[in-house]
């Protein structure tokens, strides 16, 4: 479908999988409102997304501060008739023993990634609701359904993301508004050429994911006329999750 017209809200829009589905729904026609704590690679973004063609509104935000994201939400409830769109994409992790993890890392990991993706949901849907419905994305990760070490902050905010989706997918369906969320597996957002043969064919898909693969899925999940699709995770990992791997 054509998203021309249609307002959507991207977290996290600065680089990565993020920059790439805010140009992805542009170049489809959508007016984009973006945001990032980075405020030069936010920046960026909105370039490229002029040059696609589309109008775009990008504001700097720190997701663990709930009183930034209000205020950007009713800025842009001033600014819009409605929200179409929002995919939570925003998160952070901190890579450390669970021996080391302090406090102040685990609130702000888990604070960003989970409380965040919650309150732009709550925000975006008290705008969505008035205006006929809508659709959520929220990118979790399938470190939320298997594990590295020292990951425990990363992966317990996920996890909780997962199932916060479908039970926002309960609480916000009579509204009309559909919440899902994506799984990436390993998406390689820096250079692509760098990859090693091996980093390939681990996957049974014969090659790792790009940000691509993660953008024209939200297009899919977001589509109006995919409504009966609410409240899932998909898993978009080259099918690594569903490989065996034994010691040889």
Request: charged share 20%.
């Amino acid at each position: 479908m054509s998203y021309e017209g249609k307002v959507v809200i991207v977290t996290g829009a600065g680089k990565g999988i993020g920059r790439t589905i805010a140009i992805t729904y542009a170049q489809q026609g959508a007016r984009l409102f973006i945001i990032d704590k980075d405020a030069g690679e936010l920046q960026h973004t909105s370039m490229l997304i002029e040059q696609a063609g589309a109008g775009v509104f990008s504001h700097v935000l720190d997701l663990s501060e709930p009183g930034e994201i209000e205020d950007f939400f009713n800025s842009v409830g001033g600014q819009v008739d409605g929200v179409d769109v929002l995919i939570n994409n925003a998160g952070i992790g901190v890579w450390k023993s669970p021996y080391d993890l302090s406090t102040e890392e685990w609130d702000y990991v888990v604070g960003t990634n989970l409380r965040g993706t919650f309150l732009c949901s709550r925000e975006a849907a008290k705008i969505m609701r008035n205006h006929g419905g809508g659709s959520i994305v929220n990118i979790a990760s399938t470190r939320a359904l298997m594990s590295e070490p020292n990951s425990e902050a990363y992966a317990a905010s996920k996890g909780g993301i997962l199932s916060l989706t479908h039970a926002l997918a309960l609480s916000l369906g009579p509204d009309h508004i559909r919440v899902n969320a994506i799984s990436p597996g390993w998406i390689e957002t820096g250079d692509y050429n760098t990859l090693q043969p091996r980093d390939h064919l681990q996957h049974p898909s014969m090659r790792v994911g790009r940000p691509e693969d993660i953008a024209r899925a939200c297009l899919y999940l977001t589509n109006p006329e995919n409504d009966f699709i609410t409240g899932i995770n998909l898993v978009i990992d080259g099918g690594m999750t569903r490989k065996m791997i034994y010691d040889e």
